[in-house]
């Protein structure tokens, strides 16, 4: 039970500071994102929405996540003070944590609910007895709090604040008449059609058409890949990464040998990396739009 209580406590500081990530989504793991899935689902279906308060500590540093960072640090010291038996020191943790909790649960008015005060208040007497059992329940009273507050909100405040949004992404294209066009429309006009359309016509056999859609998904891959790199500063990036690019280029020369079968393996193949890209980014562009109509 007690080594329960302290992964569920320790889980939310790890929750909390893996917001830090969000703008390296190379590094997101698809569970992640079918949690976040998961929560914004939840959060619709309960019509909940961002408070407009909210936005003041987003306007320039992410001013309200630096908050959540010094209140999960804290209630990290609490833990780690405890575990090593350091009863002197437990004290000025919980001093560092109450500060936080009290000064955070006034910044945003409409979430001053998800704050209990009188199970920290429970907190601090426990600490002052020294029972180990009071201060785990009662660490894990306050847990709670924060947990119940992170399935609400924590995924719209993700997706509004954390991820960039596509709408301000622009694509290169392959016709001179149109030559950039927002990364929606680049992809549903260009990419997409190109990508299926050499499936298709490798189905058909039409192995020219074949060709000419093969070289059009692959020029506006490369288009895509240089678009990334409006978030992802950093290589490698995961879905345009060398190993995709190579699988492109197998299934050009496949098509061009005339290897029908193996070249609808490899395009699947390739699907497989696109469909991966697109569970991590779409749903949270889909609750921020959402979110922008409120």
């Known amino acids: 039970m007690k080594t329960k209580n302290l ?25 992640t ?5 998961e929560n914004i689902t939840d959060s619709v279906q309960q019509g909940n ?11 320039k540093d992410p001013v309200y996540l630096f908050k959540m960072w010094e209140l999960g640090g804290a209630m990290m010291g609490i833990v780690t003070d405890f575990q090593q038996k350091d009863m002197d020191n437990i004290k000025k943790s919980f001093g560092a944590f109450s500060k936080s909790y009290i000064d955070s649960s006034s910044m945003v008015p409409e979430w001053t ?7 920290l208040n429970k907190l601090e007497m426990a600490l002052e007895s020294g029972i180990p059992g009071d ?35 622009n694509m290169s294209t392959i016709n001179p008449e149109e030559p ?10 260009y990419m997409a059609p190109s990508f299926d359309g050499t499936i298709v016509n490798i189905q058909e056999r039409q192995q020219k058409n074949a060709t000419d859609s093969w070289n059009q998904f692959n020029a506006m891959f490369f288009n895509m890949e240089k ?12 879905y345009v990464s060398q190993d995709v690019k190579s699988l492109i280029s197998t299934a050009g020369k496949q098509i061009n040998e005339g290897d029908m079968d193996l070249a609808e393996k490899t395009m699947k193949q390739i699907g497989d990396s696109c469909y991966k890209c697109h569970i991590i980014h779409e749903p949270a562009q889909r609750i921020r739009e959402s979110l922008d109509e409120q």
């Open 113 to 119: 609910e998800y704050y209990d005060l009188a199970a």
């Open 135 to 169: 201060i785990f329940s009662s660490l894990d009273e306050v847990g709670k709090t924060c947990i119940n507050c992170h399935k609400d909100t924590k995924a719209m405040v993700w997706a509004k604040y954390h991820w960039k949004d596509f709408k301000t992404i």
């Open 7 to 31: 992964v569920l406590i320790a889980a939310i500081v790890i929750l909390v500071a893996s917001l830090g990530c969000l703008n390296k989504t190379e590094k997101i793991s698809l569970e």
């Open 227 to 238: 678009a990334c790199a409006g978030c992802h500063k950093e290589s490698p990036r995961s």
């Open 49 to 59: 929405k961002l408070p407009r308060s909210i936005g003041q500590y987003y306007q």
């Open 33 to 37: 994102n079918a949690q976040i899935s």
């Open 180 to 189: 950039e066009l927002p990364w929606a429309i680049a992809k549903m006009k």
